[in-house]
């Protein structure tokens, strides 16, 4: 079982940056899927970006270009570095890893980006 811990939100003003982390109980080498999703106020959870085990990122469209993922495996870490934050990137955001069948969620960390 892994566990998965994020860290590095907070309350931030438009055009700042944050870098998220997410820190795993165990090696994620081996992990093929770890993903960043976020979850604002009455709206589903979706994706923001996700990277593979050979380091390919994708990201949705609203933050492609503002949001890079990256990953360490020596640290068991995965990052999301967030800039020229906007309002509407306020939401609760996740950390998700696809460990052998299941996936895996952290307990989330706050973003709130202020006009």
């Known amino acids: 079982q892994v566990h998965l811990v994020e860290s590095g939100g907070g309350l931030v003003q438009a055009g700042e940056s944050l870098r998220l982390s997410c820190a795993a109980s165990a090696s994620i080498s081996s992990i093929s899927y770890m993903g960043w999703y976020r979850q604002a106020p009455g709206k589903q959870r979706e994706l923001v970006a996700s990277i593979t085990r050979g380091g390919s990122p994708n990201y949705v469209d609203s933050v492609k270009g503002r949001f890079t993922i990256s990953r360490d495996n020596a640290e068991n870490t995965v990052y999301l570095q967030m800039n020229s934050l906007k309002p509407e990137d306020t939401a609760v955001y996740y950390c998700?890893?696809?460990?052998?069948?299941?996936?895996?969620w952290g307990q989330g960390t706050q973003v709130t980006v202020s006009s």
């Open positions: 998700n890893a696809l460990v052998g069948l299941a996936f895996t």
